[in-house]
């Protein structure tokens, strides 16, 4: 059972993700006839692995490299004045001009949407890409605004108290999708010996 969750079940293990990946990536490339003028951007943090994996086996099919970049949105999401603390900032690394290019944008969870709203935002800051197209490991639904994936690995229904957990062996060891309820918080109680005289 995956920490911290209930009722956990296990999705998508590692060659499940693995397939995923190469399946986007050969969608990738037929959508795009071709990916001479395509660049891949990974939203940080687990977007960016994603985004490097895509991109490899992209090379490895068509036998040419595609630019990999990788995107911070603290400062452009919608809830940062709600969250009443300072976002923790990562580095925006693109070295590369998306002017006119078809930027495929990568996330491990399509949820309500406004994640990838901020993404889009921050891109067109830097330029004007030909168009900006969405690749998601997960699509859990649950939408708040009109965005839709492109490529998704996995359409998975969830419900509103549900976690959806992504492992990526970059960072947990080995890839794996995870769904269940958030284990609830234990109370902390009162040393047992502690006595209330309330006439003191």
Known sequence: MKPGLTQARVFMDSAAVR??????????????????????IGIRTRGAPLAERIAEAITRIEGQAVPVGYLDI????????????????QKTEILFNVNGKAV??????????????AAMDAIMD????????????????HRELPIRADYVGKNLPT????QVVVGLK??????SVTVGRPAPRRKESLPATLDFNLDQ
């Open 104 to 117: 495929v944008l990568v996330d491990d969870v399509l949820y309500t949407g406004r994640t990838i709203r």
């Open 74 to 89: 603290s400062f452009y999401r919608d809830d940062i004045k709600a969250a009443g603390s300072q976002p923790v900032v």
């Open 19 to 40: 397939r995923a990946i190469e399946r986007i990536a050969h969608e990738i490339i037929e959508h795009n006839q071709g990916v001479e003028q395509v660049v891949v």
């Open 126 to 141: 830097l330029g004007r890409p030909r168009a900006i197209q969405l690749a998601v490991l997960v699509d859990r639904g």
């Open 159 to 162: 419900a509103e108290n549900e």
């Open 170 to 175: 970059e960072f947990d060891g080995t890839d």
